[in-house]
């Protein structure tokens, strides 16, 4: 079966920037996105078809897609970006997660 | 606005049978795709299954296939997902969420209902 694979955890400080992983067997030959989840809250949509953003989902979030690998970019982090996120593929008529990443801003 | 209001915390014992329900709203429920996501606890999301209102057409992950069914009443805009004999391992926060995309370019999940949490223990 098809697999995403995220590091655990990724740290930034308040107003750099925040990249976030997923790797996959060919991913850039597929669509990739990305959900927000907040501690308590249900996920999120913050970037689909590998670099759309939904409305109200602010510009600061980026995603490309390309070889092996997805990437979400958080640009001028804020201290509300603090989450987890997780990417997401479609592979063989089937919904694939990646592990998730704790995005801590400190 | 699109709204997926999902039933409330269950309390169940093991080999107990559950329905619980996702109802859509703002939007054509026949149109798109409702999805269902379980979150264990501390965990990430996994995705169970999703079927489509309009002509039923549903899918299931191999993880869940014949642990779970779902189904959907499109005349109440209404998705389900029901088990016949839960397990303590059921234990979990189930999401449903609106699915769109296509076959050929995939699909993602563009809004989500607030979670049902279910617990079973005896």
């Known amino acids: 079966s098809y697999e995403l694979t995220q590091p655990p955890s990724v740290s930034v400080s308040p107003g750099q920037t925040a990249s976030i992983t997923c790797s996959g067997d060919k991913l850039g030959d597929k669509y990739a996105c990305w959900y927000q989840q907040k501690s308590g809250q249900s996920p999120v949509l913050v970037v689909h078809?590998?670099?759309k953003r939904p409305s109200g989902i602010p510009e600061r979030f980026s995603g490309s897609n390309s070889g092996n690998t997805a990437t979400l970019t958080i640009s001028g982090t804020q201290a509300m970006d603090e989450a987890d996120y997780y990417c997401?593929?479609?592979?063989?008529?089937?919904?694939?997660f990646g592990g998730g990443t704790k995005l801590t801003v400190l | 606005e699109v709204q997926l209001v999902q039933s409330g915390a269950e309390v169940k014992k093991p080999g107990e049978s559950l329905k619980i329900s996702c109802k859509g709203s703002?939007?054509?429920?026949?149109?798109?795709?409702i999805g269902w996501v379980r979150q264990m606890p501390g965990k990430g999301l996994e995705w169970m299954g999703m079927i489509y209102p309009g002509d039923t057409d549903t899918r299931y992950s191999p993880s869940f296939q014949g642990q779970v069914t779902i189904s959907a009443d499109k005349s109440i805009s209404t998705a389900y997902l029901q088990w016949s004999s839960l397990k303590a391992s059921d234990t979990a926060m189930y999401y449903c969420?609106?699915?769109?995309?296509?076959?050929?370019?995939?699909?993602?999940?563009?809004?989500w209902g607030q979670g049902t949490l279910v617990t079973v223990s005896s």
């Open positions: 703002g939007y054509s429920f026949t149109s798109y795709w």
């Open positions: 078809q590998d670099s």
């Open positions: 969420a609106r699915g769109t995309g296509t076959r050929e370019s995939g699909y993602y999940f563009d809004s």
């Open positions: 997401q593929a479609w592979d063989s008529s089937t919904v694939v």
